[in-house]
């Protein structure tokens, strides 16, 4: 039997339009993203995506910025409101630290309001001295 849906490494396979939708209207963290700059983002990051075997239809996205060397930043994790409860960001979240394992990073960090548990289940921990990290935003 076929699995419904897999999982891709594939920039070609991200439906840009469809990623753009999600994370500018639906995503706290990205309301109103435009969309050259979100296809700036796409074209300079490890992008990752879980699609319905039987239609071809994203239903997922992540992406990773990296050195490839000692760090990445996992951000823009989306599941389609539609597939969710399916076990789909698990499928995401376990291909995206298998696809990056080789690199032999030295930290992987995100930011998450709702996830903690998923992503502690890949081995995601709260910062042990979170005291010493600092963000610039605008």
């Given at each position: 039997?076929?699995?419904?849906?897999?999982?891709?490494?594939e920039?070609?396979?991200?439906?840009r339009?469809?990623?753009?939708?999600?994370?500018?209207?639906?995503?706290?963290?990205?309301?109103?993203?435009?969309?050259?700059?979100?296809?700036?983002?796409?074209?300079?990051?490890?992008?990752?995506?879980?699609?319905?075997?039987a239609?071809?239809?994203?239903?997922?996205?992540?992406?990773?910025v990296?050195?490839?060397?000692t760090?990445?930043?996992?951000?823009?994790?989306?599941?389609?409101?539609?597939?969710?409860g399916?076990?789909i960001?698990k499928?995401?979240?376990?291909?995206?630290?298998?696809?990056?394992?080789?690199?032999?990073l030295?930290?992987?960090?995100?930011?998450?309001?709702?996830?903690?548990g998923?992503?502690?289940q890949?081995?995601?921990?709260?910062?042990?001295e979170?005291?010493?990290?600092?963000?610039?935003?605008?």
């Amino acid at each position: 039997m076929t699995e419904p849906f897999y999982f891709s490494a594939e920039t070609n396979r991200i439906d840009r339009g469809l990623v753009h939708a999600w994370l500018s209207e639906q995503a706290y963290w990205a309301q109103g993203r435009p969309r050259e700059k979100q296809d700036a983002a796409i074209d300079a990051s490890r992008n990752y995506g879980v699609y319905n075997t039987a239609t071809g239809e994203q239903v997922a996205y992540g992406r990773v910025v990296t050195d490839g060397v000692t760090f990445a930043w996992l951000c823009d994790v989306f599941v389609a409101t539609t597939a969710r409860g399916q076990g789909i960001g698990k499928m995401l979240a376990a291909g995206i630290v298998a696809d990056l394992e080789p690199l032999d990073l030295s930290r992987i960090l995100l930011s998450t309001a709702d996830a903690h548990g998923l992503y502690a289940q890949y081995g995601f921990a709260e910062l042990a001295e979170p005291s010493r990290m600092m963000a610039r935003v605008r």
